[in-house]
């Protein structure tokens, strides 16, 4: 069983902005479990500017302020495990997670 400090459930814009801000705070200890086969949440879908000006002071469509947070989070190197569905969380932390690959 591998132990981290912060495991983030969701690589939406949240789950990636919040391993961000871990891992600028001295967290280096992080795993994000999303269970698309992509990172970035609903914002792939939403093709309409509007996204960012508070962020990144521009406005950006969904995918593209998507895109901002998968690039930083591959940059600090913040490891995602793609097409992973969290199944239980125990009262001691332990999660529980299923994926092809594991």
């Known amino acids: ?3 981290y400090r ?3 459930i969701g ?3 949240a789950g990636l902005a919040a391993a961000i801000t871990l891992k600028q ?3 280096d200890d992080i795993l ?3 269970k698309d086969r992509e ?3 609903i914002l792939q879908q939403c093709i309409h500017n509007g996204f960012g000006l508070q962020t990144f002071k521009e406005q950006l469509s969904g995918p593209a302020y ?3 947070f ?3 989070a591959r940059e600090l190197e913040i490891p995602i495990k793609l097409n992973t569905m969290v199944t239980h969380m125990y009262p001691d932390r332990t999660i529980e997670y299923m994926n092809s690959e594991e």
């Open 1 to 3: 069983m591998r132990t």
């Open 6 to 8: 912060a495991v983030i």
């Open 11 to 13: 690589g939406g814009s």
């Open 25 to 27: 705070n001295g967290i």
């Open 32 to 34: 994000i479990l999303e």
């Open 39 to 41: 990172p970035g949440g």
């Open 66 to 68: 998507a895109e901002r």
């Open 70 to 72: 998968i690039d930083q």
